[in-house]
């Protein structure tokens, strides 16, 4: 609380452009912005919020709008979005594509795409959520609505993104794909840089080893301590304890035309059930596939995934944490699979349909970006390849996809990772006027194969 009360007092403050936020995986980055938020606004200013998409937008909107229920809140949107449930719920909440629709409610938020077409409209403070994935040209296109900004973000994941190359602006001072911070602090050096120093997501499982290949100059700890957390399965695994197993249904008690659709744990082996144990008990589990070079939606490996999800809901895992000290059921909206291209995506989503893991949230390492889940499983960037590539390197995608967990993160891969990345080391230009990234992707791939190598499940 002493970070958080030092935080509104400089955001509060008429001095200088800003205040920047760096947090960690789980800190509380978006607790933060709707205090912020909520405390700005009932002491009568009006405020606007920028976050990067329209799900980071809904989150922020729902969350505030349950937090102060009495605050006007507009959701500034383009003409073709269609208001989700969690936003249309409060009476409290205007969805506009117009600035004059919503400029007199006490919060307007937005994504920094719709804010960059507003043409008119000035607000006192502004608060950028996940700051780091926004362009520095974005920034400068909305920088002239406010006179001083909240930026709050996490230096360790994805960079700005962008599907034109940037190469040709690199290291110039009008370089648009800067990050919005770094911008904001190479011409205002004397801005005040809060850091929480905590992660209240992560347990100390993974908050060890995401802040050792991630952070190496920002470290942080895990909120809560070895044995605070728990995931426990209310049906034993495939060839132990019938009773129990019978009970929840399994793959044979799908019926014919699921049991062809989804891949079953008595297709793959028990090797999906000896990898469900250990991420159990350790909070880690790397599934390892034979090697072989494959297409990025690697047939295999996406049967392996749906095999995974499917057979630890079957299982009917609990989650037991100091918000649940007697336990929650991890239903199919607390499980994530992360991959890092679309069309993985797309194929692991269809070989989901019709089965029990078919509302699992399926999404890449940019739509995941700041979201939460009890158990996720993640497609490794590398697995499959023949070359390791800056885009499969970027040591935020693998940040992203490894720090999305409360209890439990399964890896699935190819053998020859580790081979790959002796035979392409980290190579890329070194541009003037541009800081080096720590740690590059090479090494904080090597961190984490590391470490996952002590709780792998050879298939």
Known sequence: MVVIEAILRDFGSSQGRGVVVDSPPGAGKSTLVVHAARTMAESGERLMVIAQTNEQVDDLIDRLATAAPQLEIGRLSASTYVPAQRVIKHGTVTVSGAVSDVQNSAVVIGTAAKWATVSDGTWERAIVDEAYQMRSDMLLRVAGRFSRGLFVGDPGQLDPFSVVAGERWAGLSWDPMQSAVAVLLRHNSDLPVHRLPVSWRLPPSAADLVSAAFYPFTPFRAGTAEGDRRLEFSTSAIGGGS???????????????????????????????????????????????????????????????????????????????????????????????????????????????????ADVTVDTANRLQGREYDVTVVLHPLSGRRDAGAFHLEAGRLCVLTSRHRHACIVVARAGIAELLDNHPSAEPVHLNVPVRFPDGWEANQAVLAHLSRSTVRA
Do not use: C, F
């Not at 469900?276 to 589990?285: D, H, K, P, S």
């Open 243 to 357: 009773r129990q197993h019978r009970s929840t249904p399994s793959a044979l008690d799908l019926g014919p035309r699921q049991h062809r659709s989804t891949p079953s744990a008595l297709d793959l082996g028990q090797g999906i059930d000896n990898t469900l144990e250990i991420a159990r008990r350790t909070g880690w589990a790397l599934h390892e596939l034979p090697a072989r070079h494959t297409v990025r939606t690697d047939r295999e490996a996406v049967a392996t995934i749906a095999a995974l999800v499917t057979r630890l809901l079957q299982r009917g895992p609990v989650a037991y944490s100091e918000h649940a000290p007697d336990g929650r059921p991890v239903t199919a909206e607390r499980v994530a699979v992360g991959a890092a291209h679309r069309d993985q995506v797309a194929a692991i989503r269809q070989a989901l349909a019709g089965s029990v893991a």
